[in-house]
């Protein structure tokens, strides 16, 4: 087993405080689909984040020749989102989340839009838990606390549950997420968790202060082998444009 993923989160197309940081989210998401195609890479999953719901008929478009994935961000709306993506759609949740099998790993897609997991998600999600093949789990938000201003007043609520249920698990755990707009890698137990940057503008990680730059941006690839997850960011200058 050899699967190759393009991670892309915190997009923010056509969001007034991108346009404010003299971000071009449209150029950038251009840049960045042309780097996957011609790395070959045929599936992207989406971090959440699209941005404004007048973007979105551009930006599925823009994704006709991938197979795809995602989970939604606080910036996201579920009802316009299912619009134009119905993978994993059980209306009558009106929330998107979902798992896929794989060979060797379970991939579950959690939805924090709300800042949070209701009830109703966090018992599919322990169910979900009951298998023997390793967890790679997508969600918008971190589940593991930074040293971080920014985790300090935009943390998912309630996360200290999730992460409980993930300790108690047999096997490896790898989480992939954005949200912070910042790279980060930390392990606790038996997870290990990977922020990706944006592919919008960047927040600079400080413990006592929340300061904005676009002079990058990137995504993530992620490779599934049969032993390990490996992966690696792919960043972009904003004056190599």
């Not at 997009?11 to 449209?26: G, M, S, Y």
């Not at 941006?217 to 992620?222: E, L, S």
């Amino acid at each position: 087993m050899n699967k190759k993923i393009a991670y892309v989160t915190d997009i923010h197309l056509d969001e007034p405080f991108t346009i404010d940081q003299k971000v071009d989210a449209r150029k950038n998401w251009n840049i960045i689909l042309d780097d996957i195609s011609s790395r070959g890479i045929d599936e992207i999953i989406l971090g959440g984040d699209i941005g404004e719901k007048t973007a979105n008929k551009w930006f599925f478009e823009s994704l006709q020749n991938y197979t795809i994935a995602i989970t939604l961000g606080n910036h996201d709306d579920y009802n316009e989102v299912i619009k134009y993506y119905n993978d994993g759609v059980v209306r009558e949740r009106g929330a998107l989340y979902y798992s896929k099998e794989l060979s060797y790993y379970k991939l579950l897609f959690l939805d924090s839009s709300s800042d949070s997991i209701d009830q109703e998600q966090f018992d599919w999600f322990t169910k979900e838990l009951t298998t023997s093949k390793k967890i790679v789990l997508f969600i918008h938000h971190p589940i593991l606390a930074v040293d971080a201003e920014i985790d300090k007043h935009y943390a998912l609520k309630g996360r200290d549950l999730i992460k409980n249920k993930l300790v108690s698990f047999d096997n490896d755990v790898t989480i992939f997420c954005g949200h912070y707009h910042f790279e980060d890698k930390r392990n606790i137990s038996n997870i290990c968790q990977y922020i990706t940057p944006a592919s919008s503008y960047q927040v600079v990680k400080t413990p006592n202060l929340i300061s904005i730059t676009n002079k990058t941006f990137g995504y993530r690839i992620i490779e599934l082998t049969k032993k390990k997850v490996h992966t690696n960011l792919v960043r972009f200058n904003l004056n190599n444009g």
